[in-house]
């Protein structure tokens, strides 16, 4: 398998209007199903696009932190990210993420999950007119 083939990842999803604003989506072969509704116009009772745009992107990000801290063995579990996702019905606007991180790393372990972070994908995949904005806390001592 080339270098190419083992980095080119492809995710089957089928997705159905299921009326009243409401759709499915089922992650195939997996069967994994995930709920969304329009908070404008449906019950907002689900997660909407707009929220799994923003837990999409910091998951990967999260996932991509843990990638090096396995590497690395650094232990980030508990690490969460805050998503502030700011938009109209036309589009998203602005996207805010707040990293907190279970443990206080040494500068150099920061530098390095910061920029694994911020080597995800899908970060990248926004249009440059829709500002990210990435803030890191670490715990004190």
């Not at 799994?52 to 090096?68: N, Q």
């Given at each position: ?7 080119t ?13 409401h759709c ?11 709920a969304?509704?329009?908070?404008y116009t449906?019950?907002?009772?689900e ?8 837990s999409g992107?910091a998951?990967c ?12 063995q650094?232990?980030?579990s ?17 996207i805010?993420?707040t990293f ?26 926004f ?15």
């Amino acid at each position: 398998m080339s270098q190419e083939q083992m980095q080119t990842v492809s995710r089957t999803l089928e997705v159905s209007y299921d009326g009243s604003q409401h759709c499915t989506a089922v992650l195939e072969p997996q069967g994994k199903i995930v709920a969304t509704d329009c908070p404008y116009t449906g019950k907002g009772e689900e997660f909407s696009p707009m929220n799994l745009v923003g837990s999409g992107l910091a998951g990967c990000m999260l996932i991509s932190m843990g990638t090096l801290a396995m590497r690395d063995q650094l232990d980030i579990s508990g690490a969460r990210v805050h998503v502030e996702l700011v938009g109209s019905v036309k589009r998203i606007e602005t996207i805010d993420l707040t990293f907190t991180m279970p443990r206080n790393f040494s500068e150099v372990e920061r530098i390095k999950l910061q920029r694994a972070a911020e080597s995800c994908p899908i970060e990248h995949s926004f249009h440059p007119d829709i500002p990210i904005t990435i803030r890191y806390d670490y715990p004190e001592s």
